[in-house]
């Protein structure tokens, strides 16, 4: 058997099985890890695909960035799941429809990729250009075809990141902040007041 | 040697062996090298202090960490109650796999290296990026809130100070116009005025001299906060805060911590060479070497990354001995709102550059 094959069949079954352990898994940082291995594996894919710039982005921004926050935010909130599991048997038939009509979609979009083949009647994507690497032709594609879009979708994050911030940042009165600014200015003559004690008077303020 | 024992190099068999003992003279180098490395640290720490440091163990104590070894493997592994043991024990081996998986990237020399792809940077950038689970696992696994704290704090610095590496790295990206580590160090080479450094490209870069050298030294500090060497090792301080996502570990599995924190020092020092510093190149032009044999002009040129890989150990090993501990909040507000902001405008900087510059 072709050796490439042996690896796309080994890091396919890995990244089903960590997905279908994401949400199996009891102890919710054990998910937030299966999670972690899809994404790698998902990675490796990518690599055999020939997209090794895309492979490592998405090892940098969704493995090293974006789980990294889900890690913390699951480790540091208590999850009770007793509580959570209550409305289990209420939220089913929903969870059903949208789960039937996600995954009648999928059968659609591949029978019809099967039927016409993945560009065909669709405007065919830009001619790859020979020996170039990966991260250069995308950016060739990137910053003249579809500036526009990725600007936009820069535009996007930054908005969403304003948002964040606008939505947690409170000025709460009384206080009292850290000033690099004045700490490191301040001078013995600013900081300290000498005073001359008579002996028997003690200080009087 | 006959063109059939040749030919069965090329099959995929002999591919798969002589990989696979590329990557074996790598890690057993390597592991030489961390253990040589540590008791160098000590001795400089030492020196410093005006201690004598390890010279018990061998000869001026050249031997002490491999006694040091003996004595991790030879303790009992104590496991707390409560822990996630598979997770517990997970943690250190994913600290000390993405530590050595960073080396095969890493050129060693002309033609010297395991794995010369052309994301070679991303690839490193990517798997210290993965470092930061080792760490967290290790903390949430031992069921301690001190190490879950400890695992917070530093998982928090290494993420900071990542962004900032990040940025360093694309100046030197748009410098070279490559991602291939091998091709950024070709590019340096032809003596020290054309390293990344001093503007990477002889007298028609200096000018750019004024933003890749304050780069270097940015590169630099993000390497001691994301190999949490002191004066960032907020993660351990020992003295103050307890041993940090640690604490719970002894025996091997700190050993491996342990290993992978000291390799990635390394490989910081390393790295630093390679992108900066002109990596196997000599400082001067070697035209002499023309006439060489390919393996004289690979250790030659091997040994010129050696000297540079230990004289950025020996400035981090001196940073850790006189410069005192940061405390937390002045981490942050160092690699947030100094390094960070530095190094956007600085790779705006040399993108002008690089289009409007001479070379454009």
């Given at each position: 058997m072709d050796l490439q094959a042996i690896a796309f069949y080994l890091l396919a079954a890995v990244t089903v099985i960590s997905g279908f352990l994401v949400i199996t898994a009891r102890n919710p940082v054990h998910s937030v890890l299966f999670l972690i291995m899809a994404f790698f594996t998902a990675a490796g894919l990518f690599v055999m695909l020939g997209a090794e710039f895309l492979a490592m982005l998405l090892i940098v921004v969704y493995v090293g960035a974006v789980a990294v926050l889900f890690l913390f935010v699951v480790m540091m909130l208590?999850?009770?799941?007793?509580?959570?599991?209550?409305?289990?048997?209420?939220?089913?038939?929903?969870?059903?429809?949208?789960?039937g009509v996600l995954s009648v979609e999928m059968v659609m979009v591949a029978v019809t990729v099967a039927a016409n083949g993945a560009a065909g009647k669709n405007a065919a994507p830009a001619a790859p250009v020979a020996d170039l690497p990966n991260a250069e032709a995308i950016g060739r594609v990137l910053y003249t075809d579809y500036i526009y879009f990725f600007q936009a979708a820069g535009l996007v994050l930054l908005v969403a990141m304003i948002g964040?911030?606008?939505?947690?940042?409170?000025?709460?009165?009384?206080?009292?902040?850290?000033?690099?600014g004045?700490?490191?200015?301040?001078?013995?003559?600013?900081g300290m007041k000498i005073v001359q004690i008579k002996s028997g008077e003690g200080l009087s303020e | 040697?006959?063109?059939?024992?040749?030919?069965?190099?090329?099959?995929?068999?002999?591919?798969?062996?002589?990989?696979?003992?590329?990557?074996?003279?790598?890690?057993?180098?390597?592991?030489?090298?961390?253990?040589f490395q540590i008791y160098g640290d000590r001795k400089i720490f030492a020196g410093v202090q005006m201690r004598k440091g390890?010279?018990?163990?061998?000869?001026?104590?050249?031997?002490?960490?491999?006694?040091?070894?003996?004595?991790?493997?030879?303790?009992?592994?104590?496991?707390?109650?409560?822990?996630?043991?598979?997770?517990?024990?997970?943690a250190p081996l994913i600290s000390v796999i993405l530590a050595l998986g960073c080396w095969a990237v890493m050129p060693f020399g002309p033609g010297w290296i395991v794995s010369n792809i052309n994301v070679g940077i991303l690839y490193l950038f990517a798997l210290s990026s993965l470092g930061v689970y080792g760490i967290i696992i290790g903390g949430w696994a031992s069921n301690s809130k001190y190490a879950f704290l400890g695992s917070?704090?530093?998982?928090?610095?290494?993420?900071?100070?990542?962004?900032?590496?990040?940025?360093?790295?694309?100046?030197?990206?748009?410098?070279?116009?490559?991602?291939?580590?091998?091709?950024?160090?070709?590019?340096?080479?032809?003596?020290?005025?054309?390293?990344?450094?001093?503007?990477?490209?002889?007298?028609?870069?200096?000018?750019?001299?004024?933003?890749?050298?304050?780069?270097?030294?940015?590169?630099?500090?993000s390497g001691l906060a994301e190999t949490n060497r002191p004066p960032f090792d907020l993660p351990e301080a020992e003295s103050e805060l307890v041993a940090g996502y640690a604490v719970e570990y002894g025996s091997t599995p700190y050993l491996l911590f342990y290993l992978a924190e000291m390799s990635n020092i390394l490989l910081m020092s390393m790295l630093f060479a390679v992108l900066f510093l002109g990596g196997w190149q000599a400082p001067f032009p070697t035209p002499f070497t023309d006439s060489w044999a390919p393996t004289a002009v690979s250790l030659f040129s091997f040994m010129w990354l050696f000297l540079k890989t230990i004289f950025v150990f020996f400035m981090n090993a001196m940073v850790r001995a006189i410069v005192p501990r940061y405390r937390y909040d002045q981490l942050m507000r160092l690699g947030w709102k100094v390094f960070l902001p530095t190094s956007l405008v600085a790779?705006?900087?040399v993108a002008a550059w690089r289009v409007f510059g001479p070379q454009a």
């Open positions: 208590d999850v009770d799941f007793t509580q959570l599991r209550e409305g289990f048997a209420q939220y089913l038939p929903i969870g059903m429809v949208v789960g964040a911030i606008v939505l947690t940042l409170r000025h709460r009165p009384g206080v009292r902040r850290q000033n690099i004045d700490q490191v200015a301040r001078t013995p003559a600013s | 040697m006959t063109s059939s024992a040749l030919e069965f190099w090329t099959t995929p068999l002999g591919w798969t062996l002589i990989t696979v003992g590329q990557i074996l003279l790598v890690t057993v180098v390597l592991l030489l090298s961390v253990a390890p010279n018990v163990v061998g000869p001026f104590g050249l031997l002490q960490s491999f006694a040091d070894l003996g004595k991790f493997v030879v303790k009992e592994l104590v496991i707390p109650a409560g822990a996630d043991k598979p997770l517990f024990l997970l917070l704090r530093s998982a928090a610095q290494m993420v900071s100070y990542e962004v900032s590496i990040g940025f360093v790295v694309i100046t030197v990206i748009l410098l070279s116009g490559t991602m291939n580590l091998q091709q950024i160090v070709e590019k340096q080479a032809g003596g020290f005025w054309n390293w990344n450094m001093f503007g990477g490209g002889g007298l028609a870069n200096l000018p750019i001299l004024l933003v890749m050298f304050p780069m270097g030294v940015i590169f630099f500090i790779v705006m900087l």
